[in-house]
Every structure is written in structure tokens, then in C-alpha cells.
């Protein structure tokens, strides 16, 4: 019994001492390819101007850690609102990227808010900050301040606002919205997971520096998000950036939920669209555009891209009334009541619907 209890134990532990021996002599290599890759991308910011699209304010807001960030909002071109969008840029962006992105719904009557991240645009920068392609929480920090400000006018919503975010940006919204109340519906465009990313850059790297390369792929998915996720947190604790889990964080959203993701995204591997999709509530659709890299669906498939997001969000805007009645789904509690003021009040040429 003793000899075979022996036998069973040196089967599994021989193994992990390999894996782990090999994991550590190459932790090096892999934090450095992690360190190069998270300075790697850039938005199409200077681009796209926000101004040609009617009339827009320049805003400002600060954060909670003091910091003053640099917004537009665009009114709808329609006489009367339905919601609100806010607009969270990529890395490397700003938010004069919107442009294109938000062009129809003002025509859907739909207000626009786009604001710069920190050390963005010409939002205030930093210091002792490089921002990376990684979620951290300074930009959840942004996106809080943003949703804090459409709450703070005049003329907020009281259903709240919807958001949009292409890739950082859309993560952080995600993480945002798992925290903030007064969310009706978001979009995100290539949105992912840090530590996800790092740990498909180590697999997709290791063949070149790693004899046993063969054999450590085939390892279950969840046994390399381990050593991903210790190469991703030392590298940020280098770096001095507080990265946020954002596979936590979206275990807490509750908000319906568009994912568009490019079937050759070469930069965000589709597979891990799937696997976000997979932790995300029932609510949440996930549309992986065949022929589409990073960032660039609403280029592969404009007309069919700009019509399924503006379909999606008014199929949630608590303030599309027609006929008198609601036309929306999965719609919060007070979406009920507010319905019941609607319909009484559809006669106002500009309902009072902003962002709370």
C-alpha cells in the first residue's frame, strides 16, 4: 500500500516540480515580454473631431484623486432625448475617437458624452504615471468621475446613462459599472482582461525560449492564468500600476450587455472574448465580427455595426416612448415608473432625460 501511495505521489509531484522549475528558470523572459507588450498600441486619436458633429460643449470634472479631466457633450439631433451614452476612448486615444462611433445615435436621439483619460488628450496628466494598455484603477477612477458628472446637471436622467468603451476603455467601464447604479445598457468593443492577455502572450511566446513548449500548452487553461497572473501583477508592481481584476469585477455587473469582438484580433485573442463572455450574466451577447481585427469591426462591417448597436441600445432606453407605450426590454424597476411618467408626459417637446 505504502509503495503504491509512493508511486502516486511521485507521478504528481515530478510533474509540477518540472513545470514549476521550468516557470521559474524563464520568469525573466516572460515578465520582460510582458513589460513590452503592455507599452504596445495606439488609438486613432487627432483623426476624428467630435465639433463636426453639432453642437458640443466642452466640459470639465475632476476626479476623486484630484485630478481635472476634459470632456464634450454632443445634444441629440432629434426633438426629444431618449438616454444618454457615455463614450470611454482606447489607449493611446481620445475623445474625438467617438466620432464615428456615435454619429448615428444623435440622429436616434441619443446625447453623447466622450471625455480624455488621464494623460490623454487634454485631460491632466499624472505624474509618476505611464498608462499602458492595462486597466487600472486610475481609469475606473476616470469613468466613476465621468458617470458622477452626467449625474451632476441640471438636466440629468433619472434612468441613468448607457456606456460605451473600445478596448481599456471598455474594460474599465466594465469595471465601473460593476460598482456604480443608474446604468441601463452597455456596449464594448474589444474589451478583455489583463492578466488573460498576458497569459495568451506567454503561451503564444513560449515556443521560442522554452524547450518543453509542447507539452506546457496542452496544460488546462486555468493552470497558466496562475503563472499569467503572477508575471502580470510583478510587472505592475514594478511599474507602480494598481491593475484592477476586471474577471471580478464583471461577476458583480448587472446591467444588459453588448460584447463585439474581431474574429482576427490578433492583439485580444478572440478565444478570450469567449471565455469573458462565459463569466458575464445571462444578459450579455456576444458578437465576434468574422473578419475584423482589433478595433477595427465598425471599418470591416460599418452599416451592419453602427445599426445593431443603435438597435441594441434603443431596445433598452428607458426613454424611448412610441405610442404611448414603452418599447424596451430587461428595463430596470424604476423603468416602470418612469414609464407611467412618460406616457403622461409624452406631449414635452424635450423630455428631462440626461444622466444620473
Request: glycine fraction near 8%.
Amino acid at each position: 500500500m505504502v509503495f503504491y501511495l509512493v508511486v502516486v505521489l511521485c507521478l504528481v509531484a515530478v510533474p509540477c516540480v518540472v513545470v514549476v522549475g521550468t516557470w521559474l528558470k524563464h520568469l525573466n523572459s516572460a515578465t520582460e515580454i510582458c513589460e513590452r507588450i503592455g507599452k504596445l498600441g495606439t488609438g486613432d486619436s487627432g483623426h476624428f473631431s467630435l465639433s463636426e458633429l453639432g453642437e458640443c460643449r466642452t466640459c470639465e470634472f475632476l476626479t476623486t484623486d484630484g485630478l481635472t479631466l476634459r470632456g464634450s457633450y454632443l445634444r441629440c439631433r432629434t426633438s426629444g432625448r431618449i438616454g444618454v451614452v457615455l463614450f470611454c476612448h482606447e489607449f493611446g486615444g481620445d475623445r474625438h475617437v467617438a466620432a464615428p462611433y456615435m454619429a448615428d445615435l444623435l440622429d436616434q436621439g441619443f446625447d453623447v458624452f466622450a471625455f480624455d483619460f488621464r494623460n490623454h488628450g487634454q485631460s491632466d496628466r499624472m505624474e509618476d504615471y505611464s498608462p499602458r494598455t492595462w486597466v487600472t484603477q486610475y481609469e475606473v477612477f476616470d469613468v466613476q468621475a465621468a458617470i458622477a458628472y452626467l449625474r451632476s446637471l441640471e438636466d440629468a436622467d433619472p434612468e441613468g446613462i448607457a456606456i460605451m468603451g473600445l478596448s481599456r476603455g471598455g474594460s474599465a467601464a466594465l469595471s465601473a459599472a460593476s460598482q456604480a447604479d443608474g446604468i441601463w445598457a452597455m456596449v464594448t468593443d474589444g474589451a478583455f482582461v489583463s492578466r488573460w492577455v498576458t497569459t495568451a502572450n506567454i503561451r503564444r511566446f513560449m515556443p521560442q525560449f522554452v524547450k518543453l513548449a509542447p507539452v506546457l500548452t496542452r496544460l488546462p487553461w486555468w493552470v497558466h492564468v496562475i503563472y499569467g497572473s503572477v508575471v502580470h501583477d510583478l510587472v505592475a508592481r514594478k511599474v507602480k500600476h494598481p491593475c484592477r481584476n476586471v474577471a471580478r469585477d464583471v461577476l458583480r455587473l448587472r446591467v444588459p450587455l453588448l460584447m463585439i469582438h474581431g474574429g482576427r484580433d490578433s492583439t485580444i485573442p478572440v478565444e478570450l472574448a469567449y471565455r469573458l463572455h462565459k463569466r458575464l450574466p445571462q444578459r450579455t451577447r456576444l458578437w465576434v465580427v468574422p473578419k475584423s481585427s482589433h478595433n477595427r469591426s465598425i471599418r470591416t462591417q460599418p452599416i451592419r455595426y453602427r445599426r445593431r448597436i443603435g438597435r441594441f441600445l434603443r431596445n433598452h432606453a428607458p426613454g424611448l416612448v412610441r405610442n404611448g407605450r414603452l418599447m424596451a426590454t430587461d428595463v430596470s424597476p424604476s423603468a416602470v415608473e418612469y414609464r407611467k411618467t412618460a406616457e403622461s408626459a409624452h406631449t414635452s417637446a424635450y423630455a428631462s432625460t440626461a444622466v444620473s
